[in-house]
């Protein structure tokens, strides 16, 4: 929840980038108006409005926690090695122990994709239950791999 306001700035500018590249487009090949569409009429208002609105849930949809059917800490090189699959690298492994394991993207573009919101930590608490925390389709995509090789 510290992340929200970041990450509901990140998916405006985001959505509004998306836009102005596909009204560019538009315009280029003759079916869309002037830019001044957004300004003077209520459909530009609205989809300013839209916009607010997209960028303020994203954080609430775009974001998971799912609990893993094995002990993480007890398979930390398998998780690993399933995190890599999908895409990701270990960060400050020496700083923390296998109880938090932290990922980031390995490559620059999936960070870009990922609008520099990358980051994935896998808990596992005192009582032995593993926690997955993240970007939604990341957090579900790593979380079905290792169900399926580790678990």
Wanted: proline fraction near 1%; hydrophobic fraction near 55%; charged fraction near 25%.
């Amino acid at each position: 929840m510290k992340r929200y306001p970041i990450r509901a700035a990140k998916y405006a500018v985001y959505l509004i980038i998306l836009f102005f590249i596909l009204f560019a487009l538009m315009r280029a090949f003759g079916s869309a108006s002037s830019i001044d569409i957004l300004w003077t009429t209520s459909r530009g208002w609205m989809f300013l409005v839209v916009v607010v609105i997209f960028a303020l849930l994203y954080p609430f949809f775009g974001f998971t926690q799912k609990r893993l059917s094995f002990n993480a800490a007890s398979r930390a090189e398998d998780v690993e090695r399933i995190m890599a699959m999908c895409g990701f690298k270990r960060i400050d492994a020496e700083n923390h122990g296998a109880d938090r394991m932290l990922f980031e993207a390995a490559s620059t573009a999936k960070k870009i994709t990922m609008m520099w919101e990358d980051k994935i930590e896998i808990i596992t608490d005192a009582d032995g239950a593993s926690f997955i925390s993240g970007n939604r389709k990341e957090v579900v995509r790593a979380a079905f791999r290792m169900g399926t090789y580790i678990a």
